[in-house]
């Protein structure tokens, strides 16, 4: 079993910056992938950016060049920084890891992220 906490959501400006952080614990050795997904109020959870476990990252199209992913293998902690946030960014935010073997998911319980105009 992994768990994964995730925490640094709050309530920030348009144009302002957060960090998210997913600290992850229990079999942590079995973590392949691990990944940011965010729901919006009213709107299914979409995609934010992934790190596989050889480091390749992939974003979201609308958080390019603004959120960059990144992953402390050492502190079990995966990390979301988010610059230029919009109000379009509001939702809240969960983390989740892939088993390597199994591919089984886990997520965690999500951080609220507000963004005001």
């Known amino acids: 079993q992994v768990q994964l906490v995730e925490s640094g959501g709050g309530l920030v400006q348009a144009g302002g910056s957060l960090r998210l952080s997913c600290a992850a614990s229990?079999?942590?050795?079995?973590?392949?992938?691990m990944g940011w997904y965010r729901q919006a109020l009213g709107k299914q959870r979409e995609f934010v950016a992934t790190i596989s476990g050889d480091g390749r990252l992939d974003y979201a199209d609308s958080v390019k060049g603004r959120f960059t992913i990144s992953r402390d293998v050492a502190r079990n902690t995966l990390y979301l920084r988010m610059h230029s946030l919009k109000p379009e960014d509001t939702a809240v935010y969960y983390c989740?890891?892939?088993?390597?073997?199994?591919?089984?998911?886990?997520w965690g319980q999500g951080t609220q992220v507000t963004v005001s105009s």
């Open positions: 989740n890891a892939e088993e390597l073997v199994s591919t089984r998911l886990y």
């Open positions: 229990g079999s942590v050795f079995k973590i392949n992938a």
